[in-house]
Antibody
């Protein structure tokens, strides 16, 4: 069974940093692109970033480019999202997602990030 | 960016009735090299993460009841629930996986 468990969310001041982690299990982690997506509570879904299975390629939404960095450690079955220069509009539930057949196949439960002074 | 537009925003349906949700993309999401439409549908219930229902526009994910079906090609797609059950009350999203940034529709809230 595919499991994705996020951690690292919390309250951070504007301009601050946070690193999210997602530990994966139940599949061969290095074979899959991994994504982060986010959702403001009560609002819609927004894709944030992706990283290739071997970590060699990354892509970002324009809204986070230059501030967020996605990475992975295949030895630890873990994907990360380093978030710097955080803004109020980054407040959201952040989901770790496994790519599956050109779709967002499996989602973690999410971790809430609140950016506020 | 590809803009995904769903209709309607909310859909009141009676139990046992058919529900149809539409999704239109601002450009084609047909990947000619794969001969597949890179369009997916998700269901999100309150307090839960989204769940993949349909990928490649019409392929049902494993374990998804066969009352859920997807159709369409190019820029116009439809999710149909043939006979609404109480547990189908949720928000449904379409999403294109054709090109980054991957984008979602605004969601359709299905209500009894």
């Amino acid at each position: 069974e595919v499991q994705l468990v996020e951690s690292g969310g919390g309250l951070v001041q504007p301009g601050g940093s946070l690193r999210l982690s997602c530990v994966a299990s139940g599949f061969t982690f290095s074979n899959y692109w991994m994504h982060w997506a986010r959702q403001v509570p009560g609002k819609g879904l927004v894709w944030v970033a992706r990283v290739r299975g071997d970590g060699s390629s990354t892509t970002y939404a324009d809204s986070v480019k230059g501030r967020f960095t996605i990475s992975r450690d295949n030895a630890k079955n873990t994907v990360y999202l380093q978030m710097n220069s955080l803004r109020g509009e980054d407040t959201a539930v952040y989901y770790c997602v496994r790519d599956f057949n050109w779709s967002l196949g499996n989602w973690g439960q999410g971790t809430l990030v609140t950016v506020s002074s | 960016d590809i803009v995904m537009t769903q209709s309607p925003d909310s859909l009141p349906v009676s139990l046992g009735e058919r529900a149809t949700i539409n999704c239109k993309s601002s450009q084609s999401v047909l990947a000619s090299s794969l001969n597949k439409n890179l369009l997916a549908w998700y269901q999100q219930k309150p307090g839960q993460p989204p769940k993949l229902l349909i990928y490649w526009a019409s392929t049902r994910e494993s374990g998804v009841p066969d009352r859920f079906s997807g159709s369409g090609s190019g820029t116009d797609f439809t999710l149909t629930i043939s006979s609404l059950q109480a547990e189908d009350v949720a928000v449904y999203y379409c999403q294109q996986h054709y090109t980054t940034p991957f984008t979602f529709g605004q969601g359709t809230k299905l209500e009894i």
